[in-house]
């Protein structure tokens, strides 16, 4: 399986989710699997073709990354802290 976008923040491009920033928590062929903590969960990621997500910022957080790299357990929180976060600083 193919890593190199897992733990990289992106935004919808397409979809009733235009414009909402995922965490992508998963890879596969011409998907990925993406997540906000709050509708589309760790438990229950979004399945989204990768021509419909456009990558926002190369690393949302380090430790994050590494979690998910090592398939260790990552918290709903967790991704809403990096997401809200970023969401901030964008604003500012």
């Known amino acids: 399986m193919d890593k190199d976008m897992v733990g ?25 699997y993406v997540s906000d903590g709050k509708l589309k969960t760790m438990e229950n990621p979004k399945k989204k073709n990768k021509k419909h997500i456009q990558i926002i910022k190369k690393e949302a957080d380090d430790i994050l990354r590494g979690k998910l790299l090592n398939g260790q357990r990552i918290y709903n929180e967790e991704i809403r802290k990096v997401i809200g976060g970023f969401i901030c600083q964008r604003q500012m």
């Open 8 to 32: 990289m923040l992106a935004i919808s491009k397409m979809g009733h989710d235009k414009k909402t920033v995922y965490i992508i928590v998963k890879e596969e062929d011409e998907y990925v």
